[in-house]
């Protein structure tokens, strides 16, 4: 239980961290035009 509430945590992390380099992303390409 505890190990796969730590996977959940850690994808959860990871998603969240590709959303924010996904926002970035779409900022710099607004910038940028």
């Known amino acids: 239980m ?3 509430k730590r ?3 850690s994808h959860i ?3 969240r961290k ?3 380099v996904q ?3 779409t ?3 607004k ?3």
């Open 23 to 25: 926002a970035i992303l």
């Open 31 to 33: 910038h940028h035009k």
């Open 2 to 4: 505890k190990f796969l």
């Open 18 to 20: 590709r959303d924010e």
């Open 13 to 15: 992390r990871a998603k």
């Open 27 to 29: 900022t710099m390409r």
């Open 7 to 9: 996977r959940i945590g």
